[in-house]
Every structure is written in structure tokens, then in C-alpha cells.
């Protein structure tokens, strides 16, 4: 197998705790993201229509010519159709690039299809989210197709905003740390 | 003499006058939200009339995407509805809010999709989210990198506050510390946002760095073109840098601007809450700025901003100009160790990694913009 994602960290945030592994038949939603074609000339055209002394700035794309640069390869979106489809799995729903997929699918059928993932359910307050806690791996033929699957090992990012006070508290306890050091 | 910063005295520093609030229909900006938490019709009316009084403005948000749940509101996103819509004042808003539908989707991915999937969205986004690098996969951040790419194609104007954390630190399986950059604002197809605060905390005076202010380098984009000869002067000139163990200088580096970040006041259910600070604060403030500039240039014929950086870099590298406040002193946090005593970058003169160019002194930074 091939892990597209070796290098991701499968740590379980803080605040986050195991509740157990979910059954079979629980029902999952994973994101493909499918190999988009022209990513360079994406790049360039980006440059030209964001620069001020380029001729182009300004001009930009509309979704549907977006669409038409970077949509996958007939090639890619039928492999990973096929693949899909041997496993049972079938109206996945794309977005107007073609270049993801999201596929709802039971958990037995998502362990079967990403070899190596196992997923749990954990919660952390009021939230839960099914993640694996160990790295997937996808066969080596969809390598030039598929760049990544959502779903598996990323849990919503915190985000909290800091008070003056803790800022304060924070902050001495720094200078006190640099003091010590 | 002020008692925290409200949208009066984020616009006097900025110098947004009565007349700066939109006036096109078809303008638009937004702000996205990722947890469970929402904001409240009824707050940000409160806020309004609280602190709004001085200049026209809308009340409510035009268009929620998403599921706006009923619970508690969230501070955080309270405070982003609040503050775009105070220097974005009078342009249409939306709330992008993705907690993600399923317990398996990603909350972040699931943004990226519904805004590739639209073809009508608003031309401006501010967006408060982030992972240190170290932790995504590249497959992840490259794929994510190219989604920022298709929204600049499209003429997006996509802001990512530059995190809280300073410089940030890791520390290496020897042992050793490094700088600990955040994506997506370490992405070279985004504009990220750093953070301020008034040299005098009651007065509007002017402004320094935001010890919190993220900033640094990417370990895994290598610096574009466009801010190349801008970082080059920055490591050429600085009076000290930390060790160079620390951080890739080769790397994309981080915020491109800043604004006011420190001791807010938000309404959140229907309680004025001071003290509020972080680039979650500055980034919706920037957002709104640029959906004005967006205003002006629309009513002009001329096409929306998009993706920013070329055309700021380019701005202020042609020469002084007074469409930023250049924030020069005050340094950020970083590792608690012996080589770096907890300091990461410092700023200075001109571009730096915890202001960048500065905050935006509006009715300058419009005319170089109208015309770049």
C-alpha cells in the first residue's frame, strides 16, 4: 500500500477523550481529494491576474473556467469511480471542480477500503468525532490520483480567544521563566 | 482616553471617516466559524447600538451558510460578525458555519469545499483557524495550498489571522527548540494577519507589536517572489535576529500586515465583554477594510482586489508610502529557553515577521489600492 499522509500527526488533542471504536455499520463521511490537472499553470495564472503591472490583473476566473483547468483527468475520475464502486460505495457527491469527493459509506466498509484505518469515536465536551488513531494506506495504483482522504486524523481545530487577564498572568509567568533561565 | 478598543477607536486610528461605509448592493464580505459555537442576531444588534452609533452600518447578517445553531453564542464568533461589520460597515455579510455536519468530516475541509462549490460568494473572508505545521501532513497543506490558489484565481480575497502563539516553539526529539509556524497563514496564497496594540492601552496612539502576534517562517512553502526583496531587507538590517537554527529563512514568511489586537469589547449574549484580544480580533478588522476597498473599487468599474500580497508588496517596495502605519517596536514570544529567553522576532523599520508592513491607514491605503 501507499500512505499519502505518513507524516500527519495522529496525536489526540488535548480536551478530546476515547469513548470506542465504532460498529460496523456506523456510517462515516470521507472527503477525497482527487488529483487536480494544470496545478502549474494554476500557479501562473494567479500570479499574472493578482499582479498590478500585469496585463491580466483583475481578469478573473469564473467557476465554470476554473472548472475547465483544473478538473481531474478522465483517467483519475474513473480509477477512483471503479475503485469506489468495487467496494460497493456509489453516489458520492462532487463539487462543481470535480476534484473532491465526499462518500458516505459504513465504518467496516471504510476499514476495508483505506487498509490500515480503524476508527473511534472521541468526545470533548458536547462534541464527538469518529478519527483513527492510526495511518491509512491507499493501493499504490491510486497514487497519481488521489492526494488525500479527509476524515480520518485531523479533529477541529481549537480556537479561543485570549483575555487581557490570562494574557497578564501569562506574561509574568514568562518573564519569570526568563528570569530563571 | 478610552476604556478598550470599539469600533469608534478602531476607526479613528484608521482613519475611517463617516463617509467610509459601503454603498454597493452587490458587495459582499464574510467570516467563517468551525466549532459548535454561534453568534447572535440579537448581540450583534446590541453591539450596534452600543458602539455604532457614530456611522451607518447594518445590524444583521444578510446570509448564514450552514447551520446556525440556537445554543450559547461564542465569544469568537461574536467577536468576528461584530468587527467586520464595524469597518466593513453598511456591506452585506455573510457567516460561513461549518462544524461539520457528520462526527468523520473536517470542519476546516468542509469550508474549503462549500466555498469551491459556490459561484456566487462574497469577494472578501476572514478567517481565525489554524494548525501548527508540524502536525498536517504536506499532501494536506500542498493540496490545501492549491484550493487558496483557486479562490485567488477567482478574485478572493481570503485573510487568516497569524495565530496567537508569537513565534511559537517545538521542541526537536534532541532536545533542541525550533519556531513553530501555523498553517494556513504560513500558506503563500493567503493574506495573514498579525497583531497590535496601542503604545498608551487608554489612548489612540500609535501602535506596537502584539507580544501574542504569531509570525515566522514556513518550514514547508518556500518564499514567493513577491515578498522576497521585502524578507531580504528584514534579515539584512534587523539589529538582531534569533539563532538561524530557529527558523528557515527560506521559507514563506508571515503576517503580511497587521491591525489592533489587544482589549476588545464584544457583545456575547448580551453581555459587553472587555478585554478580548488576539489575530482573531485584527483579522475580521483587516477583512472589512479590504471589502470597503473592494466597495470604492467596484463603484469605480474596476474589478475586486483578490488575492492581495503581489500588489502590497509591490506597494510598499516602490517606495515610502503612508498606506501603513510601520509598527517598529516590541518583540513576540517565543521559546523558554537559554539561546532565545522567550523573544522571537522583533519589529523594525519596514516589512518584519510580527507586524509585517504594519496596520492600514485607510484613506491611503484606498488611493494606492484604486490605482496599484
Redesign the interface.
Same mark, same amino acid.
Given at each position: 500500500g501507499w500512505a499519502?499522509?505518513?507524516?500527519? #500527526?495522529l496525536?489526540v488533542p488535548a480536551g478530546w477523550s476515547h469513548v470506542d471504536r465504532v460498529a460496523p455499520l456506523d456510517?462515516?463521511?470521507?472527503?477525497f481529494?482527487l488529483r487536480?490537472q494544470n496545478?502549474e499553470h494554476?500557479?501562473k495564472?494567479?500570479?499574472r491576474? #493578482?499582479?498590478?503591472?500585469s496585463p491580466q490583473?483583475?481578469?478573473?476566473?469564473?467557476?465554470?473556467e476554473?472548472c475547465t483547468?483544473?478538473q481531474p483527468s478522465r483517467l483519475t475520475l474513473n480509477t477512483v469511480h471503479k475503485w469506489l464502486g468495487a467496494y460497493g460505495i456509489k453516489g458520492c457527491k462532487t463539487? #462543481?471542480?470535480l476534484? %473532491?469527493l465526499?462518500c458516505v459509506m459504513p465504518a467496516s466498509t471504510a476499514e476495508r477500503l483505506l487498509p490500515g484505518a480503524q %476508527?473511534h469515536?472521541y468526545v470533548s465536551g458536547?462534541?464527538?468525532?469518529?478519527?483513527s488513531p492510526v495511518p491509512y494506506s491507499l493501493h499504490e495504483e491510486l497514487a497519481e490520483h488521489i492526494? %488525500?482522504v479527509?476524515?480520518l486524523h485531523?479533529f477541529?481545530?481549537?480556537?479561543?480567544?485570549?483575555?487581557?487577564?490570562s494574557?497578564e498572568e501569562e506574561?509574568t509567568a514568562?518573564?519569570q521563566?526568563?528570569r530563571a533561565? | 482616553f478610552h476604556l478598550g478598543v470599539t469600533p469608534s477607536v478602531i476607526r479613528k486610528r484608521y482613519n475611517l471617516t463617516d463617509r467610509d461605509i459601503g454603498a454597493l448592493p452587490n458587495n459582499s464580505q464574510a467570516c467563517a466559524q468551525?466549532?459548535?459555537q454561534y453568534f447572535h442576531p440579537a448581540d450583534l444588534a446590541e453591539f450596534m447600538k452600543l458602539f455604532a452609533s457614530s456611522f451607518g452600518h447594518c445590524s444583521r447578517v444578510d446570509q448564514v451558510v450552514g447551520h446556525q445553531g440556537l445554543g450559547k453564542a461564542g $465569544?469568537?464568533a461574536s467577536?468576528d460578525v461584530e468587527y467586520i461589520m464595524s469597518t466593513g460597515a453598511n456591506i452585506s455579510t455573510w457567516v460561513f458555519s461549518n462544524?461539520?455536519?457528520?462526527?468523520?468530516?473536517?470542519?476546516?475541509? @468542509?469550508w474549503l469545499?462549500l466555498l469551491? !462549490?459556490?459561484?456566487s460568494v462574497p469577494w472578501v473572508h476572514s478567517v481565525?483557524?489554524?494548525?501548527d505545521e508540524?502536525?498536517?501532513?504536506?499532501?494536506?497543506m500542498?493540496?490545501l495550498n492549491?484550493e487558496f490558489?483557486?479562490a @485567488?484565481?477567482?478574485?478572493l480575497t481570503v485573510l487568516f489571522a497569524s495565530g496567537?502563539a508569537g513565534a511559537g516553539c517545538r521542541k526537536l526529539a534532541g532536545g533542541s527548540h525550533t519556531f513553530r509556524p501555523s498553517f494556513p497563514a504560513s500558506s503563500p496564497?493567503v493574506t495573514t494577519v498579525g497583531g497590535t496594540a496601542f503604545q498608551n492601552p487608554f489612548r489612540v496612539t500609535w501602535e506596537v507589536t502584539d507580544?501574542?502576534s504569531g509570525g515566522g517562517f514556513s518550514n514547508v512553502f518556500p518564499m514567493p517572489d513577491y515578498q522576497a526583496a521585502a524578507v531580504r531587507n528584514f534579515l539584512h538590517s534587523a539589529p538582531k535576529l534569533p539563532p538561524r537554527s530557529y527558523y528557515n529563512s527560506s521559507g514563506r514568511a508571515y503576517p503580511d500586515l497587521a491591525a489592533l489586537s489587544? !482589549?476588545y469589547w464584544v457583545v456575547t449574549n448580551r453581555i459587553p465583554l472587555?478585554?478580548?484580544?488576539?489575530t482573531? @480580533?485584527s483579522t475580521p478588522v483587516v477583512g472589512g477594510i479590504m471589502a470597503l476597498i473592494n466597495d470604492r473599487r467596484l463603484q469605480k468599474g474596476?474589478?475586486?482586489l483578490?488575492?492581495? !500580497?503581489?500588489?502590497l508588496y509591490?506597494?510598499q517596495e516602490k517606495g515610502p508610502t503612508a498606506a501603513f502605519y510601520d509598527v517598529t517596536q516590541g518583540c513576540h514570544?517565543s521559546c $523558554?529557553?537559554?539561546a532565545v529567553?522567550?523573544q522571537g522576532f522583533c519589529a523594525g523599520p519596514s516589512w518584519d515577521p510580527v507586524s509585517g508592513w504594519g496596520t492600514p491607514n485607510f484613506p491611503q491605503l484606498l488611493k494606492a489600492l484604486l490605482n496599484?
Open positions: 499519502p499522509e505518513q507524516d500527519q #500527526s496525536r456510517e462515516l463521511v470521507l472527503t481529494a487536480q496545478v494554476l500557479m495564472l494567479v500570479g491576474v #493578482s499582479d498590478p503591472d490583473y483583475g481578469k478573473y476566473l469564473s467557476l465554470e476554473l483547468l483544473v463539487i #462543481s471542480t476534484d %473532491f465526499e %476508527f469515536r458536547e462534541r464527538s468525532a469518529v478519527r492526494d %488525500f479527509g476524515g485531523r477541529p481545530a481549537e480556537r479561543k480567544v485570549v483575555t487581557r487577564a494574557g506574561a514568562q518573564y521563566q526568563r533561565a | 468551525f466549532l459548535e $465569544l469568537e467577536l462544524a461539520g455536519r457528520h462526527e468523520s468530516q473536517e470542519p476546516f475541509l @468542509a469545499l469551491s !462549490n459556490m459561484s481565525s483557524y489554524g494548525d508540524d502536525s498536517l501532513s504536506r499532501a494536506y500542498e493540496r492549491v490558489m483557486k @485567488a484565481a477567482r478574485g496567537d496564497y507580544y501574542i489587544d !482589549n472587555p478585554w478580548v484580544s488576539g482573531s @480580533a474596476l474589478p475586486p483578490g488575492f492581495l !500580497n503581489p500588489a509591490k506597494l514570544l $523558554l529557553d537559554a529567553e522567550g496599484p
